[in-house]
């Protein structure tokens, strides 16, 4: 009857949108976060990222919002350069769940060194 083209889904294979089981290994392994935290972490990161991916502008749009005064670009870029374990310009889930484990971890006299060092940096934007 109708020639009617089928419409098809392209599937990104890049996407990480689905966690694996070896991702969740991983990050069990080098977190201290269980299974569960991990899941849960992941659906939020997803809601901010539906596609899988943090890409730099998106956390420089994040800064602005939270320091509208500040110049977040070149301490976003550092903390992305941290993140961006791949160097593939974007943040995966198993990178931003690494960078986030690392930051927590810091004992309270290296966060207070942390967040004098980048509050200078933004007020003073260098």
């Known amino acids: 009857m109708g020639n009617k083209k089928s419409k098809s889904t392209k599937v990104d294979e890049n996407v990480p949108t689905l966690l694996k089981e070896d991702e969740i290994g991983y990050l069990i392994q080098n977190t201290e976060y269980n299974r569960d935290e991990i899941l849960k972490w992941h659906v939020s990161f997803l ?60 004992d309270i006299k290296k966060n207070f060194s942390s967040l004098f060092v980048f509050m200078t940096t933004m007020t003073e934007g260098k």
Request: charged share 30%.
């Open 47 to 106: 809601k901010d990222c539906p596609n899988g991916f943090l890409e730099k502008k998106e956390l420089i749009r994040s800064f602005q919002k939270l320091y509208p005064n500040g110049k977040p670009d070149k301490i976003c870029t550092k903390l992305f350069n941290a993140f961006d374990i791949d160097k593939n310009k974007r943040i995966d889930f198993v990178e931003y769940l690494i960078g986030i484990s690392h930051l927590s971890s810091l």
